[in-house]
């Protein structure tokens, strides 16, 4: 009896050992296969990996602090051709080019309630006294074409400096009319998306390229 009881002890783990290593699969029996080969492919490449450098972690561990420090967005302009020109050669001669946007931009024509041409500086001072006196603000216009005159205010449309002038021609002002100081525009504005510690303390090298426009924070 005890040999038989070996017999089939022995016999049961043949045949576990035969389905455990896929000897029985071609009769239809064995374990399932685990079949997940994308493990291979995310697999770490040993010999990719290499130990940094106290340099080289210094260096990286610098980069991961600028890049989790806040940033701001800043701009400037708008700029004409000519200005954009000299700003885009010191742009790229100081900075990577991932780090800023020349941006053009449409600048609509503007239209004033004007008066003048005056005759002199003080038939000009004159007319302002008097609007003055109107409780009204003129603004002197340098526009070529323009000079020694007032307006009585600016608006992106002629329908909107028309409707100011007929408010006027209520109040007295008889001699303003409308005329366009400005066609619309079309120029471009420099903008910094994401500006940290390291890229500010190189926007001094392009000052001198800004024709004078400070760098403002992003509306």
């Given at each position: 009896m005890l040999r038989l009881f070996v017999l089939l002890l022995v016999l049961a783990n043949?045949?576990?050992?035969?389905?455990?290593?896929?000897?029985?699969?071609?009769?239809?029996?064995?374990?399932?296969?685990?079949?997940?080969?994308?493990?291979?492919?995310?697999?770490?490449?040993?010999e990719a990996v290499r130990l940094l450098t106290s340099q080289e972690f210094k260096k990286a561990q610098t980069q991961a602090q600028a890049d989790l420090a806040p940033k701001e967005c800043l701009q400037a302009g708008p700029f004409d051709d000519e200005q954009t020109t000299v700003l885009r050669r010191a742009l790229e001669a100081s900075l990577a080019p991932d780090t800023w946007q020349l941006e053009t931009v449409v600048i609509p024509a503007r239209w004033i309630v004007y008066m003048g041409k005056f005759a002199s500086a003080d038939g000009l001072a004159k007319k302002r006294d008097e609007l003055a006196v109107m409780h009204l603000v003129p603004q002197i216009v340098n526009s070529p074409g323009l000079e020694m005159g007032l307006s009585l205010g600016a608006f992106d449309s002629q329908a909107g400096a028309t409707a100011e002038l007929a408010k006027l021609n209520l109040r007295g002002i008889r001699t303003a009319r409308v005329v366009q100081d400005q066609a619309q525009l079309q120029q471009t504005v420099l903008k910094f998306a994401a500006v940290g510690p390291e890229l500010k303390s190189k926007l001094n090298d392009i000052t001198p390229a800004l024709a004078g426009k400070p760098l403002k924070t992003c509306p």
């Amino acid at each position: 009896m005890l040999r038989l009881f070996v017999l089939l002890l022995v016999l049961a783990n043949g045949v576990y050992f035969a389905w455990s290593e896929g000897l029985l699969r071609a009769a239809g029996y064995g374990p399932a296969q685990q079949q997940e080969p994308q493990r291979l492919v995310q697999q770490i490449k040993p010999e990719a990996v290499r130990l940094l450098t106290s340099q080289e972690f210094k260096k990286a561990q610098t980069q991961a602090q600028a890049d989790l420090a806040p940033k701001e967005c800043l701009q400037a302009g708008p700029f004409d051709d000519e200005q954009t020109t000299v700003l885009r050669r010191a742009l790229e001669a100081s900075l990577a080019p991932d780090t800023w946007q020349l941006e053009t931009v449409v600048i609509p024509a503007r239209w004033i309630v004007y008066m003048g041409k005056f005759a002199s500086a003080d038939g000009l001072a004159k007319k302002r006294d008097e609007l003055a006196v109107m409780h009204l603000v003129p603004q002197i216009v340098n526009s070529p074409g323009l000079e020694m005159g007032l307006s009585l205010g600016a608006f992106d449309s002629q329908a909107g400096a028309t409707a100011e002038l007929a408010k006027l021609n209520l109040r007295g002002i008889r001699t303003a009319r409308v005329v366009q100081d400005q066609a619309q525009l079309q120029q471009t504005v420099l903008k910094f998306a994401a500006v940290g510690p390291e890229l500010k303390s190189k926007l001094n090298d392009i000052t001198p390229a800004l024709a004078g426009k400070p760098l403002k924070t992003c509306p």
